[in-house]
């Protein structure tokens, strides 16, 4: 199953990730990982593993946010038991506070809903992570609390 594919909306694009976007991925990660499940560092070794194992799952997607000729930062999806996940949304330093990971945010769930249809779209967001607020400005709302992570959802 070819994944490779590019979703626009207006200036922004999200493109399917490749072997030449682990770098950035790994590097936007590392430098925000405070703000996710997984805290150690992510060598390029753990990188490339990780490609291949994303690889061989067909309902995994991952991509590349562009705008303006920058790389804005990066978002992805899995579809899991009829429901999509969203998760990785990471604004590049050079892509934040000009709406861009928005609209693609956006644009990405409208894909999931019209070529997926799951019952849900969700994610699951570290407690203390600033980015909750950021979620409800796109739609989403707090579901559930566990000790350690919000559920939320697409309203």
Known sequence: ???????SAGPVSLRSIG??????????KNDNKAAFFFKET???????KWFEGYLSRPDDFM??????????????????????DVYNVIGAPEGRGKGWLGAAMKRMCEHIRE????????????????AVEWYK???????????????MELA
């Open 42 to 48: 992510i060598t390029p070794e753990m990188q490339k």
């Open 1 to 7: 199953m070819d994944r490779s594919f590019t979703l």
């Open 63 to 84: 991509f590349v946010v562009e705008a303006g000729g920058v790389k804005a930062g990066c978002m992805g999806f899995r579809l899991k038991e009829g429901a999509a």
């Open 115 to 130: 070529a997926h249809r799951p019952s849900r779209i969700g994610c699951e967001v570290v407690l203390g992570n600033p």
């Open 137 to 151: 400005k796109q739609g989403f709302r707090v579901a559930s609390q566990t000790k350690d992570y919000y559920v």
């Open 19 to 28: 072997p030449g976007d682990l770098e950035d991925l790994r590097r936007w």
